[in-house]
T-cell receptor
Framework: EAGVTQFPSHSVIEKGQTVTLRCDPI?????LYWYRRVMGKEIKFLLH????????ESGMPNNRFLAERTGGTYSTLKVQPAELEDSGVYFC??????????????FGEGSWLTVV | AQTVTQSQPEMSVQEAETVTLSCTYD???????LFWYKQPPSRQMILVIR??????QNATENRFSVNFQKAAKSFSLKISDSQLGDAAMYFC?????????????FGTGTLLAVQP
């Protein structure tokens, strides 16, 4: 079974440009999450999809960030325009079904974003 | 709001020895879950061990065990018989019980080096 896959693994863009990160969750996982880790700091929650609907987007930092999940399958996270403080690692995660303790959340390897 | 603190940015252990990683948290909730995640270099973050707050018994997974002190809000991870493959970034995480979202609240991580 394929795990959570993220693309690109690394991206270097200039301030003001646009970047789109993609996440493919494990097949059949209704729940999809985006997290971000700024270097040296904690991993912070960005948002949670249940299928194609945004369940919780309380962690999205500002309106330069747009997340979508087309048809409840893969998800994209677009940053437009990118700022220096957006640099960090963006993690995607997925889990199956109704939330419960036993439902493990599976993480991808992360997409490293550097804004210069 | 809940917070998670990992006070050890880096730790080192000799192969076959035991190491303990510290984690404290702050919450006003009585029911919650606690987790330790491991991220090896350039690989996916994986769940190491988890604990339900209402259970007094400390969770154990092979060489990994926790010391859960609810009153002290402490959740340390003990790795016994350390192996080279244990070298990774370790994150402590908190999750509320119930609720519509399943978001995790992470600490800043502890980078564990294992010396041969």
């Amino acid at each position: 079974e394929a795990g959570v896959t993220q693309f690109p693994s690394h991206s270097v863009i200039e301030k003001g440009q646009t970047v789109t990160l993609r996440c493919d969750p494990i097949s059949g996982h209704d729940n999809l999450y985006w997290y971000r880790r700024v270097m040296g700091k904690e991993i912070k929650f960005l948002l949670h999809f249940v299928k194609e609907s945004k369940q919780d987007e309380s962690g999205m930092p500002n309106n330069r960030f747009l997340a979508e999940r087309t048809g409840g399958t893969y998800s994209t996270l677009k940053v437009q325009p990118a700022e220096l403080e957006d640099s960090g690692v963006y993690f995607c995660a997925s889990s199956h079904g109704v939330q419960g303790f036993s439902n493990t959340i599976y993480f991808g390897e992360g997409s490293w974003l550097t804004v210069v | 709001a809940q917070t998670v603190t990992q006070s050890q940015p880096e730790m080192s252990v000799q192969e076959a020895e035991t190491v303990t990683l510290s984690c404290t948290y702050d919450t006003s909730e009585s029911d919650y879950y606690l987790f330790w995640y491991k991220q090896p270099p350039s690989r996916q973050m994986i769940l190491v061990i988890r604990q339900e707050a209402y259970k007094q018994q400390n969770a154990t997974e092979n060489r990994f065990s926790v010391n859960f002190q609810k009153a002290a809000k402490s959740f340390s991870l003990k790795i016994s018989d350390s192996q080279l493959g244990d070298a990774a970034m370790y994150f402590c995480a908190y999750r509320s019980y119930g609720g519509a979202t399943n978001k995790l609240i992470f600490g800043t991580g502890t980078l564990l080096a294992v010396q041969p």
